[in-house]
């Protein structure tokens, strides 16, 4: 079974910087996509970037583009996202979370949705100080 699990989280001032890891494990193929949700309190879960794991296709949101890095090792079997210049609104619990199969699916169609992704890691809090 495809397990996740991010760490990485904590307290940064405005202006820092964090950087989130995903471990990842059971995967037998590389056609799946990963990804990394945010959600604040009272907000609903905001994609925010997603790698192929297979070629290594990047996507960002808006709202973290030019700010943040995800990338893949597979060797290590994880999935970084690099956080600079973080804001107050940055402020979330960040999970991370794989596809089904992507078996030809487009993921830059489908990697905004929460529902394109069937396994989840436990989140871990970022916390961006003023």
């Known amino acids: 079974d495809v397990q996740l699990q991010a760490s990485g989280g904590g307290l940064v001032q405005t202006g820092g910087s964090l950087r989130l890891s995903c471990a990842t494990s059971g995967f037998e193929i590389d056609d799946y996509g990963i990804a990394w949700f945010r959600q604040a309190p009272g907000k609903k879960r905001e994609a925010i970037s997603c790698?192929?794991?297979?070629?290594?296709?990047?996507y960002y949101s808006d709202s973290v583009k030019g700010r943040f890095t995800i990338s893949k090792d597979n060797a290590k079997n994880t999935v970084d996202l690099q956080m600079n210049s973080l804001k107050p609104e940055d402020t979330a619990l960040y999970y991370c979370a794989s596809t089904r199969p992507l078996r030809g699916a487009l993921l830059g169609r489908i990697w905004s949705w929460p529902e394109s992704f069937d396994v989840w890691g436990q989140g871990t809090l970022v916390t961006v100080s003023s």
């Open positions: 790698i192929n794991k297979r070629d290594g296709t990047t």
